[in-house]
């Protein structure tokens, strides 16, 4: 059981670096936008590659913190029946969404974005726009980052859920608990 603690630590300090990081994209894309706009309306000029560059930078920003958002629980999800349920109850609905719903769900991302990537990468595609950005190739290849990391994320989710039900949740530091999020939310 400490090595299902040992990987969900090892996960989680992934997505939790990779998100932090990426997430200063979102300062990026405002500062690319308000750009644009002044560029567009005070000088009546426009630059297509810039305006590929912000829409480019937020689609980055969002595919790689998404495994990041699924460590802070701070994706949708129906509370109605969630948040009232017992530790092992939440465990249990944890466990089978990761293995019926995410995991399958990240797979069939993969296999069929892994081709659009590929055939992007063989010719080094860039934007359709005319003087648009170069590279839409390395942007497509988030793809692939973005189900990688929400996939090991939903792994470390299965094995938090199971460390819960096998009473073993204590290996895990305080901020991979359940209901860590919760708690912060209230302070």
Request: a positive charge; aromatic letters at 14%.
């Amino acid at each position: 059981m400490q090595s299902l603690a040992v990987i969900i630590r090892a996960i989680s300090a992934l997505n939790r670096a990779i998100g932090e990081v990426f997430s200063w994209l979102a300062l990026a894309c405002v500062l690319l936008c308000f750009t644009v706009v002044v560029q567009r309306y005070f000088f009546n000029t426009s630059t297509l590659w810039m305006q590929d560059l912000y829409v480019w930078v937020s689609g980055a920003m969002f595919t790689a913190v998404a495994g990041f958002a699924l460590l802070r629980d701070d994706h949708v999800r129906v509370d109605i029946f969630y948040r009232p349920a017992s530790l092992k109850r939440k465990a249990w609905a944890d466990l089978f969404g990761v293995v019926a719903f995410l995991l399958p769900f990240m797979f069939v991302v993969i296999y069929y974005g892994w081709t659009s990537v590929r055939r992007s990468w063989s010719f080094y595609e860039a934007s359709g726009n005319i003087g648009g950005m170069p590279g839409l190739f390395i942007l497509k290849s988030f793809i692939i980052l973005f189900a990688v990391l929400v996939g090991l994320q939903g792994i470390a989710m299965a094995l938090r859920a199971i460390l819960v039900l096998t009473d073993n949740e204590t290996l895990l530091p305080d901020h991979l608990r359940y209901g860590a999020n919760d708690a912060k939310e209230a302070h």
